[in-house]
């Protein structure tokens, strides 16, 4: 199975930038890094993917190393609503791996 | 916007009786996915479903699991015969088929049937 490390959790002040990483050290070349989120008992909801080059959405930006041994998810304005635990996974697609994640607990 | 629907939210069922648990994909999708996750822990891969045939199945996912696709839309999840261990959040998702420049990776979620076995 593909293995992550990501931090269990950290905490973040309302409307700063969260920076979630993510060791993926055992990757290869032509596999993707993948950011999943799950509020609560919710479905788990899709952020961002990328294989080499940095990828931002209206979600959030992704930042992945040039040894591509690991990411940085970054959530540039974090709200309460971005309470959540965060998923970094990779591999070629199909069925997705789940770690334990970060889980992220933004504070007013 | 166009979501993944499942039915029911919840069900709690008596331990050996058989339950289906229904979804409902994205119509334009070609990919389903069964995962479940038991209370405070991870979420698990169970089963994928492509061109009316499983493509991969977990360890999970033995004998006492089916699926089918009975008619274009919906999606189905059998446990023939359910024990304490099934109670979980099972989650469908679906995502559009692989195309060159397309990763696959957006895999869109349901909202989870809760499954409790007593």
């Known amino acids: 199975d593909a293995k992550t490390t990501q931090p269990p959790s950290m905490d973040c002040a309302e409307g700063r930038a969260a920076n979630l990483p993510c060791n993926h050290s055992?990757?290869?070349?032509?596999?993707?890094v993948y950011w999943y989120r799950q509020i609560h008992s919710q479905g788990p909801q899709y952020i961002i993917h990328?294989?080499?080059n940095n990828e931002t959405n209206e979600m959030a930006s992704l930042i992945i190393t040039e040894d591509r041994k690991s990411s940085t998810l970054i959530l540039p304005h974090a709200t309460l609503r971005d309470t959540a635990v965060y998923y970094c996974?990779?591999?070629?697609?199909?069925?997705?791996?789940f770690g334990q994640g970060t889980e992220l607990s933004v504070k007013p | 916007e166009p979501e993944v629907t499942q039915t029911p939210s919840h069900q709690v069922t008596q331990m050996g009786q058989e339950v289906i648990l229904r979804c409902v994909p994205i119509s334009n999708h070609l990919y389903f996915y069964w995962y479940r996750q038991i209370l405070g822990q991870k979420v698990e891969f169970l089963v994928s479903?492509?061109?009316?045939?499983?493509?991969?199945k977990s360890e999970i996912f033995d004998d006492q699991f089916s699926v089918e696709r009975p008619d274009g839309s919906n999606f189905t999840l059998k446990i023939r015969s359910t024990k304490l261990e099934d109670s979980a959040m099972y989650f469908c998702?679906?995502?559009?088929?692989?195309?060159?420049?397309?990763?696959?990776?957006?895999?869109?979620f349901g909202p989870g049937t809760r499954l409790t076995v007593t």
């Open positions: 479903f492509y061109n009316n045939e499983i493509s991969e």
């Open positions: 996974m990779w591999g070629q697609g199909g069925k997705l791996i």
């Open positions: 998702a679906s995502t559009p088929l692989w195309t060159s420049g397309r990763s696959g990776y957006e895999q869109y």
């Open positions: 990328g294989l080499k």
């Open positions: 055992t990757i290869s070349g032509n596999e993707y």
